[in-house]
Nanobody, 124 residues
């Protein structure tokens, strides 16, 4: 069992930045690859970014590539999402999740434990 708690969301103007954190507890955090997803009102949950166990390899959705950076600190059981140049279309609830397997990094079905989410709102 893994518990995940996201934090760092809030209201920011377009062009601004936020840093999300996802703190894990329970079973060994460093045993899991991790991902960030988001869900906007009326839309399906979508992949944002993911990282391997070590954090050395990262994956991004095309919509955030070059603006968002995922990283992790296994000593602190925490994964981060640095979000720069935020746009109104980035407004969503952001979730972190543990990856349990599968070849696809963007498929929701390959993730099992999820946090409760943190709201990010970008005003124009």
């Amino acid at each position: 069992q893994v518990q995940l708690v996201e934090s760092g969301g809030g209201l920011v103007q377009a062009g601004g930045s936020l840093r999300l954190s996802c703190a894990g507890s329970g079973r060994t955090f460093s045993s899991y690859a991790m991902g960030w997803f988001r869900q906007a009102p009326g839309k399906e949950r979508e992949f944002v970014a993911a990282t391997t166990l070590s954090g050395y390899i990262t994956y991004y959705a095309d919509s955030v590539k070059g603006r968002f950076t995922i990283s992790r600190d296994n000593a602190k059981n925490t994964v981060y999402l640095q979000m720069n140049s935020l746009q109104p279309e980035d407004t969503a609830v952001y979730y972190c999740a543990t990856k349990i397997g599968g070849s696809s990094w963007s498929s929701i079905s390959n993730y099992n434990y999820w946090g409760q989410g943190t709201q990010v709102t970008v005003s124009s």
